[in-house]
Nanobody, 131 residues
Framework: QVRLVESGGGLVQAGGSLRLSCTASGPPGTIYAMGWFRQAPGPGKERDFV??????????YYADSVKERFTINRENAKNTIYLQMNSLKPEDTAVYYC??????????????????????WGQGTQVTVSS
C-alpha cells in the first residue's frame, strides 16, 4: 500500500507560479515512476495527463499544453516529486493529482500518459488561476 499526499495548490493570478509537492509513503526502498494529472471543473471532465518522471529521472514527459511552462522533478531521498508551474493560465485551473506508475508496465511516453497505468493516487490539490 502506498499513500500519496499532495500540497502546494492555491489561488494565483494568470502569469504567476506555483510549486506542487507530492510525498509518498510505502514499502521501504521502493521507488516508483510517477506522474501528475489534473481534472478541470465541470461535468464530463476527465483526469488528464500533465507530466511524468521515471524512478531515476532519466525519462521525463509532458503534455503539450504544459511544455516549457511546467517542470517535474523528484528527490528520492525525500520520497517526493514536484511540479513547478510557471506562466499559469486560467485554463490550468484544476485539481492536480499525483500517482504512482504501475510496476508491471514499461514506462515510456505512451504508457506514462495513460491514467489506467497508475496504481495509487493522492487526494488532489486545488489550483485556481484567475484572469
Amino acid at each position: 500500500q502506498v499513500r500519496l499526499v499532495e500540497s502546494g495548490g492555491g489561488l494565483v493570478q494568470a502569469g504567476g507560479s506555483l510549486r506542487l509537492s507530492c510525498t509518498a509513503s510505502g514499502p521501504p526502498g521502493t521507488i516508483y515512476a510517477m506522474g501528475w494529472f489534473r481534472q478541470a471543473p465541470g461535468p464530463g471532465k476527465e483526469r488528464d495527463f500533465v507530466a511524468s518522471i521515471s524512478w531515476n529521472s532519466a525519462e521525463i514527459y509532458y503534455a503539450d499544453s504544459v511544455k516549457e511552462r511546467f517542470t517535474i522533478n523528484r528527490e528520492n531521498a525525500k520520497n517526493t516529486i514536484y511540479l513547478q508551474m510557471n506562466s499559469l493560465k486560467p485554463e490550468d485551473t484544476a485539481v492536480y493529482y499525483c500517482a504512482t506508475f504501475g510496476g508491471t508496465y514499461y514506462f515510456d511516453r505512451s504508457a506514462s500518459g495513460r491514467r489506467q497505468m497508475y496504481d495509487y493516487w493522492g487526494q488532489g490539490t486545488q489550483v485556481t488561476v484567475s484572469s
